[in-house]
């Protein structure tokens, strides 16, 4: 069946091709526009059929029905959701959600959220960040320390030739390390432990995606803190950031500012065999310090292109490497590892516990209702070899 919108430029075009000729429609014409009038026609009752259909199928709690977007019928769940955050009041098409009750109350648990609500919290969550979106992710069932295998560096032992039933004299067995992977929780609240408050009167009055709103303002918040850990957390009650201390190897560059040769020499000090599909890490301020280098032929060392017509997004690339841009990573400057190289998907390991929890609470007698959210993570460097870094020397 055509859409709305196709059925009317079908019918324009009629119309269009007699005028461009100054001509009168034919018989034919005639008969294809009366045709598509009474397509159109049905087209449009249908989808008013639609949305009658979906307001008698769609939750109605405490006086919120839940919000209907971009004009399609609501799955019962998110539809249910929807309605929850509305209203802080969970309906039982929710239960089957439910993550965990507080000891002795039962409105205190928290819900896992439904799949349409969990992708725009973790476009939410990426919108910050670079770097923990090229790491390796996993996920887990449960919150239980996690051991990690982190791999052996066997980039200089090989194989032997040994003569007929004689052992070899190279080689060895393979040693793996370990790292524990926990679970840090992470809440949506920030100093104070001050929630998101939006008015009931908002709630009730406005057209706007509540769900959207929601996801924004406590994605954003989990967003910012788990990726400042996961670059510089400290690995002392939060994750080990790929940017502390000195896991890779560390060269320093002349000054804050390094140089052509600095950088060239740092791709180098990453074994040739991490390279494929290597690419810097760094902040949009040192970004903006090498877009001002150039090479020994007056060529900029760093540039902003975009892959075809098609793709108006930016992407920064240096020494023909691919460029993450993530603004937990600190400037350059004495003893403060500023860029970083490598193979991100080997170098480190982000561990996430299930889903993202949400709990609504609605105040009536002062008028808001309070959104938290909290998400348990846990990140690690598995392979120091597969990436190393620079730090600025005053």
């Known amino acids: 069946m055509k859409t709305i919108a196709e059925l009317m430029a079908a019918l324009k075009a009629i119309v269009a091709a007699a005028e461009a000729e100054d001509r009168v429609l034919s018989d034919e014409e005639v008969a294809a526009y009366e045709a598509g009038e009474k397509e159109l026609a049905a087209a449009q009752k249908t989808g008013e059929l639609f949305a009658r259909q979906t307001a008698y199928e769609t939750p109605v709690i405490d006086g919120f029905p839940a919000v209907v977007i971009q004009g399609k019928r609501a799955d019962p769940l998110d539809a249910a959701f929807s309605a ?6 969970a309906s039982a098409e929710l239960d089957a959600l439910r993550f965990a009750q507080t000891e002795g109350s039962t409105t205190g648990g928290g819900f ?9 919290l973790t476009e939410g969550r990426k919108a910050f960040g670079g770097f923990g979106q090229a790491a390796e992710q996993i996920t887990t069932t449960t919150g239980a320390p996690l051991a990690w295998p982190s791999v052996v560096v066997e980039l200089s032992t090989e194989a032997d030739i040994a003569a007929e039933g004689a ?3 190279a080689g ?22 001050v929630p998101v408050k939006v008015s009931v009167e ?8 509540v769900a959207a709103l929601v996801a924004r303002k406590l994605g954003g918040r989990i ?10 957390g400290s690995g002392s009650g939060e994750p080990l950031g790929i940017m502390f201390g000195t896991a890779g190897d560390v060269l320093t560059a002349s000054g804050s500012v390094p140089t052509y040769a600095k950088l060239n020499t740092l791709v180098h000090a990453l074994d040739p065999a991490y390279r494929q ?11 903006g310090v090498l877009e001002n280098i150039v090479d020994s032929q007056g060529r900029p060392i760093l540039v902003n292109q975009t892959q075809g017509i098609a793709d108006q997004v930016a992407r920064p690339t240096l020494l023909g490497y691919p460029v993450i841009i993530d603004q937990a990573v600190a400037n ?8 970083g190289f490598g193979l991100w998907s080997v170098a480190y390991v982000v561990r996430h516990v299930r889903d993202v929890q949400i709990l609504v609470n609605p105040y009536a007698s002062v008028g808001y209702v309070v959104y938290d959210a909290w998400a348990r993570m846990d990140g690690n460097v598995q392979d120091a070899a597969a990436y190393v870094t620079m730090e600025g020397l005053t």
């Open 202 to 209: 908002l709630l009730q009055d406005s057209s706007i995606d």
């Open 172 to 193: 060895a067995d393979f040693v793996f390390g370990e790292v524990t992977l926990g679970a840090y929780k992470y809440t949506s609240t920030g100093t104070g432990n």
């Open 84 to 89: 929850y955050l509305r209203s802080g009041h």
């Open 332 to 339: 350059l400057a004495n003893d403060v590892q500023g860029i």
């Open 223 to 232: 967003a910012r803190k788990q990726a400042y850990d996961l670059v510089r």
């Open 167 to 169: 052992a070899s004299a």
């Open 277 to 287: 599909g290597a690419s810097f890490l760094m902040n949009d301020a040192t970004a």
């Open 112 to 120: 896992s959220v439904p799949d349409t609500f969990l992708t725009r």
